[in-house]
């Protein structure tokens, strides 16, 4: 029996990761298939080809992002993106709306943004408890003149979803910055510590410069 039961775990350990990859990417895949339909009818591969080739809409979507990636890049693209933008800006309820998740997006996908460029290690929920931060930012505005530059902006994960977590500023000095990567540092949350990453050199030091900057 406990041989029966180990081969069970060793193969649930190789069969399960394998199947939610694969039912991710499907999901992926038809979710983006579903893009051709923006596409008029006589336009649609299906329509011409006589049927259905999985994948076609994960190239349709990647043209279109890059199209409209090279066209928001020169003089012209961004005067219209930017009165795009002062379009949404003055509708009710959608500026409010997307005035945050142009934030957010700006945030996440900016060259010049610092969201989860860094790991590191910070003492919550209360002191002597560590656990995994993702460096966002530094507190602006208001925030900046009640704390000080010296603080830092934090996101938090909880595991084993790292979706979900805590927004928290505390001082760049009270953080220990890691060696590891961000993915890394995920992959240790999502698996509640039992994947640990691969040590990158001498111990973590104290908070740098680099993470105030």
């Not at 893009?35 to 591969?45: D, E, G």
């Not at 602006?140 to 979900?164: K, R």
């Not at 510590?193 to 050199?201: E, K, R, Y």
Request: proline letters at 6%.
């Amino acid at each position: 029996m406990s041989k029966l039961r180990k081969w069970l775990f060793s193969g649930l350990l190789v069969l399960v990761p394998l199947i939610i990859t694969l039912w991710v990417i499907d999901w992926v895949v038809s979710t983006l298939d579903k893009s051709l339909a923006i596409l008029p009818k006589a336009w649609q591969p299906d329509q011409y080809l006589g049927l259905h080739i999985p994948g076609l809409g994960v190239v349709f979507a990647l043209v279109v992002v890059l199209t409209i990636g090279a066209l928001a890049s020169n003089f012209i693209g961004r005067q219209l993106v930017t009165w795009w933008h002062a379009l949404l800006h003055r509708i009710p309820v959608v500026r409010s709306i997307y005035s945050g998740v142009k934030q957010v997006s700006d945030t996440l996908f900016s060259e010049k943004g610092n969201a989860f460029r860094k790991a590191v290690l910070v003492q919550f929920p209360r002191e002597g408890m560590w656990t995994i931060g993702f460096l966002t930012g530094k507190p602006g505005g208001e925030l900046l003149q009640h704390l000080g530059s010296e603080h830092i902006s934090l996101y938090v994960p909880t595991t084993p979803n790292p979706t979900g977590g805590y927004f928290v500023m505390v001082k760049a000095t009270d953080c220990i910055e890691l060696e590891m990567s961000v993915d890394e540092a995920l992959t240790y949350v999502v698996s509640m510590g039992v994947i640990v990453p691969v040590t990158h050199g001498p111990s973590a030091q104290a908070a740098t410069p680099s993470i105030q900057s």
